[in-house]
């Protein structure tokens, strides 16, 4: 079965730093996303990314984030000047085309972030 | 009120037992359903989608109640794998923003 898969699986970054979370999505799916899940919490919708752009962002998803798609196959999310608070797990999903978002998303298993 | 609601529990059941858990929703717009499984400090993985009509899946049952605004999970012959936390996903008309449940702890014991 097709996966979506991540890297890092657990990134450590100093206070301040930029990171860059990678993702392949399953490679005929359409829409992709990323959400963040604090230790203990929900899991927060973050970003999606539809034709190249993104279709839509959380409160969370300021302008500390940014995603990209630089090719055919990965996509990215940066986080600029990374605080404490940015510790979480990190996870990318993806879906096919849909009406209205009907159709399940499939996650990757997720990048921990650790911010020191 | 929380756009979408769970009842943390733990659920403590023995192996064999019949669990069902419940999910409300605030925002009658709601269109999609899932029911999702996360185990512990893994990614989310799909159980299933919750149709109008009510569907089965093995031993799992969802069901819709649009009128309520509630979805519920059904488990029967609960089995030690089934322990895991379950998140309830709702998605808008519309829109491509799901929003998770806090999740349902269940806990399956012998």
């Known amino acids: 079965e097709p996966e979506v898969t991540q890297t890092p699986s657990h990134q450590v970054t100093q206070m301040g730093q930029e990171v860059i979370l990678r993702c392949v999505p399953i490679?005929?799916?359409?829409?992709f996303y990323w959400y963040r899940q604090i230790l203990g919490q929900k899991v927060e919708f973050l970003v999606s990314?539809?034709?190249?752009?993104?279709?839509?962002k959380s409160e969370i998803f300021d302008d500390q984030f940014s995603v990209e798609r630089p090719d055919g196959s990965n996509f990215t999310l940066k986080i600029r000047s990374t605080k404490l608070e940015d510790s979480a797990m990190y996870f990318c999903a993806s879906s096919d085309a849909g009406q209205g978002g009907d159709q399940p998303q499939h996650f990757g298993d997720g990048t921990r972030l650790s911010i020191l | 009120r929380k756009e979408v609601e769970q009842d943390p529990g733990p659920f403590n059941v023995p192996e064999g037992a019949t669990v069902a858990f419940n999910c409300t929703y605030s925002n009658s717009a709601s269109q999609s359903f899932f029911w999702y499984r996360q185990d512990c400090r893994k990614e989310p993985k799909l159980l299933m989608s919750?149709?109008?009509s009510g569907n089965e899946d093995g031993r799992f049952t969802a069901q819709l109640n649009r009128a309520s605004q509630y979805i519920s999970l059904l488990i029967r012959d609960s089995k030690l794998s089934d322990s895991a936390t379950y998140l309830c996903?709702?998605?808008?008309?519309?829109?491509?923003?799901?929003?998770f449940g806090r999740g349902t702890s269940l806990i399956v014991h012998p």
């Open positions: 996903v709702v998605l808008r008309s519309g829109s491509y923003i799901p929003t």
């Open positions: 990314f539809y034709n190249n752009e993104i279709s839509e």
């Open positions: 919750v149709y109008s």
């Open positions: 490679s005929n799916h359409l829409y």
